[in-house]
């Protein structure tokens, strides 16, 4: 309803205005010249990498998953991406996520020698020219010390631009490769410790001798409840064996 209101109230003034500028067609058709002219000048695209402090360094970049290595001579390459969500879209086929941050650490005579960061949001890349910029993607450089180096980022952005159908990046068939499995294992290499630190409150647990399980005249909550140190041993124990039971399967 309010949107036809204001359709009709929108030609309403329309016609309007046509009929007042009738004799003033000539300084309307001059302003709206005008203004063409200054949107053409606002036009002006922003400078290559002139985002690039928008990257901040990627503090976190140890929870990453390395998806990728390369060595080259006496040149060697981890790629870290920081979430599982990035390469599962990847392999999906989809775009990366906002908030994707891919990081190059380069080691160089076995010693750290530069860490080389992409990251992409939501927007990012709109004040480059569409034939220059890499998506919504920005990147920075950064010293073993984890400082900004001064570079020459546009140079970032000429390269990877010819990765675009990879969404500009060169790792992409290790991405979709990656083995997704392999993480979970090995971060559960160690299961105990995520499976102690789970919040065991709101769980109830109550002890049911085998012969009473098919029962349906007990109440199953009410009976024999197990509490405190007791209760998060039980919980603990069943989440043990069914992680445990998910590889003998
Ligand atoms: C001359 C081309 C070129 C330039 C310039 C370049 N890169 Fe790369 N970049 C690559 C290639 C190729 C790889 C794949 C790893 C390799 O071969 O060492 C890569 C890998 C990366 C990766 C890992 C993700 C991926 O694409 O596989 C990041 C992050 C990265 N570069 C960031 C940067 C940053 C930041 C700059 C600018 C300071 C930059 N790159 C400049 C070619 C380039």
Redesign the pocket.
Known sequence: MKKHLFYSLSLLLALTLTACSNNDNETLETSIQNQEETSQQNQEYAEL?SG?HL?KFPEDLEEGIVF?T?D?GD?H?D?Y?NSKEAIEAAQNGEEFPSDTV???V?YKDGELDQY???EKRTGWGSQYSPEERNGEWE???FTPDRKV?E???G??????A??ER?D?????D??KEFDLGEISQSKNSSTEAPIAAMPTEDWKISKISAHMIDSEVINKEAINVVDGQEKSKVIQDVLMKMFLQQFES
């Open positions: 990498g690039a990257v990728a390369y080259r040149i390459e790629i991406v891919i990081t190059l380069g080389l960061v992409m990147y920075q450089a180096r570079d020459n980022i140079r970032c952005f000429t390269c990877h010819n990765q990879d500009y990046i060169n790792s992409m290790q991405m």
